[in-house]
């Protein structure tokens, strides 16, 4: 990894002296005891198959309908009853084979349902104590103490793997850890979320086939995304959700195509969103929140459509009045000349006719609000907007703080646009109309003055940990 990756690993301040600590306290000090290799052994096999058949039952379960939810529970518990009578009696012959395989199995066996227990903690710290180098262990231990909320010791029990040997998955959970709010401070988050990605990348390194890494990447470039609103952090994030879908096992992860469609509606690339909503609901029907955000996308582009063909539902004559008393003054701060990267430039007012589609440089639009998008999210905060050509245009404001948005009657200033042409389809209906993407706020001019600093708010992406 680059140099971002020697920040985590070489850390020199109190905070990982803290952590491995706390690592110790888990006793993974290093015995002198250290179990060979892994090998295929005949207890073992015996034991490894019959936690495979316990994974794969809890799997189809947790698919089945909520009506056998109880009665699956309930088998499940005895399932795993059945096994760990199977570990206890078989103990001394496993133990004999590999020592450290027989407590990564036990760990297995215990953590098959959430919540995880401090035995499973103890367990596999002890699978670790005598083989520092099994890579399953240190994974399996890391995420049962993420399942018990101790973020900080799983990262540094990730981290402390990295030391024996790299694995996709350890990698994977590394880039998801980085993220988490809990270890986010202003200090750290640019250099966390940056670390996410890299670890992430090099999960992709290890094997370029397989979707989950792709899609985790996704994830850390989207994280990112939110935090520098950079359009390029927002393609990388969309191009590696592309490539993980290709992944015939990823693709029937219905968290891939829902963060995939956030993804896609960041870059109001609606049909595609649509259909990426709509999968997550269909790979996960009890899972309402994906169902729910398909539907007030539908709602959304449904009103945006209508309110623009309808100028917000006002009538001519009024019209006219909310847009005669637009004039220069309106431009505010743009109405004179602006100090740039190429020095002091005069913006020059257009119409919204003379738009292009792209970006409109050194030219400013101003128009009077004529109706606001009701949207279930805060993101984007929605309008129309009409000039005094009585020309509307949708504008859609991102990184807004809730209820800081300009209201009907205010006039808004625009300084060099960027307009798209929304045409979006799902199903028989079609959404088509001009908008107006504004990333950056404190740009605008509303009611001849300045938007202050305190009506920016930046969204956060989190996905569904482990």
Known sequence: MNDTRQTDDNKSDTNYDQNLEKLNDLDLREETEVSEQDKCTPTLDYLQSRIKELYAFSKKSSENNAEKASYNKEVLSEKINEVLTLMKTNEEAAVAENKAQYFYLLGKTLSVTQPVTE?????????????????????????????????????????????????????????????????????????????????AKEAVELDTTDGESWAILGNAYLSLFFRRQEDKLLRQSINSFEKAVKDPVAAKNSDLHFNRGVALKYGEIYTDALLSFEQASILD?????????????????????????????????????????????CLGLYNNKIKTLKGHVMLEHIPLSKLKAGFNANNVICGRVVCVVYNQEPVPYTFCLVDKELSCVVVSVYNLAQGRGPIIGDSVAIPEPYLTHIDAKYINQTFQYPSIRVNLPLTMVVNKKNVSAECVSQPRFSSKPF
């Open 119 to 199: 035995e499973c903690i103890n367990v596999y710290s002890k699978a670790v104590k005598l083989n520092p180098t099994h890579l399953d262990s240190w994974n399996m231990l890391g995420e049962c103490l993420v399942h018990l909320k101790r973020f900080s010791e799983a990262k540094y029990c990730f981290l402390g793997s990295l030391k024996h040997g790299k694995c996709k998955v350890i990698l994977r959970n590394l880039s998801i850890i980085m993220r988490e709010a809990e270890l986010l401070t202003n200090e750290n988050i640019k250099e966390n979320l940056n670390a996410g990605i890299e670890y």
């Open 285 to 329: 029907p009890t899972w309402t929140t994906a169902k729910e955000t398909l539907e007030d996308l539908i709602k959304y582009l449904t009103s945006t459509q209508t309110l623009y063909q309808r100028k917000g539902q006002v009538k001519s004559k009024r019209l006219q009045q909310m847009t005669e008393s637009l004039n220069s003054s």
